[in-house]
């Protein structure tokens, strides 16, 4: 069993990838297999709706020079899918958001291909609008026919500097129960 989680933050050594570890270092304890895919530094421009994909239905987005067709193939042969990203401006972030609108619409144009997949969204903000960010990654699950792993609390931390969310304990420990909920949900769907 694999779970793929992408970070959406320009910083990869940031509050999300401290986040991000937090649950995959459960998940690895209870056997399942983990890749983080950074989004920083690579382009990623957003839908142009060009509406090829709804013609050739092959998984694929038709824009080339970026690595979003690599990303979709990771996102299928994955069991679970974390999307995660810091909070910029009460949403995600621009490459956040242009991995959701491609990656969405070619999976969906093709035939749902991440149905019953487990998925989960994990958010970091210095202060206000997570849970608007929270709500954007968890409708690219809902509409993919995913089943949406939660935790003891929404799956927010706070931090500004890059790793500051580490002190926020309770954050921590929300992660490490996603990690375990995430791990019991992919055994009873795919065990
Ligand atoms: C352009 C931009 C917009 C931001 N907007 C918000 C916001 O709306 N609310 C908030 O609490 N923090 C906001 N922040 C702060 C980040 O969410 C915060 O620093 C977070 O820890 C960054 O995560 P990272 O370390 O993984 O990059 C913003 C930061 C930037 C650069």
Redo the contacts with the bound molecule.
């Keep these: 069993m694999k779970v793929i989680a992408f970070?959406g933050?320009?910083?990869p050594k940031?509050?999300?990838?401290?986040m991000i570890r937090e649950v995959f270092g459960v998940l690895e304890e209870a056997g399942v297999r983990t890749e983080l895919i950074s989004l920083a530094g690579k382009p990623l421009p957003g839908c142009t709706a060009c509406g090829d994909c709804a013609m050739t239905k092959d998984g694929r987005c038709s824009i080339a020079g970026d690595d979003l067709n690599d990303y979709v193939v990771k996102m299928i042969e994955a069991d679970g899918i974390l999307l995660a990203s810091?909070?910029?401006?009460?949403d995600v972030t621009a490459e956040m958001k242009a991995l959701i609108d491609r990656a969405g619409l070619v999976v969906r144009m093709s035939g749902d291909l991440l149905k019953r997949k487990v998925g989960a969204a994990v958010v970091?903000?210095?202060?206000?609008?997570?849970i608007h960010a929270f709500d954007t990654l968890n409708h690219f699950f809902l509409i993919n026919q995913m089943i949406v792993c939660g935790s003891s609390y929404w799956n927010v931390g706070f931090?500004?500097?890059?790793e500051?969310?580490a002190r926020d304990d309770e954050a921590m420990a929300t992660m490490r129960t996603l990690g375990h909920n995430m791990a019991w949900l992919l055994k009873k769907l795919r065990g």
Excluded: D, H, I, K
């Design positions: 970070n933050s320009p910083r940031g509050n999300t990838a401290r810091p909070t910029y401006f009460s970091v903000a210095r202060r206000a609008g997570s931090g500004l500097e890059e500051q969310v």
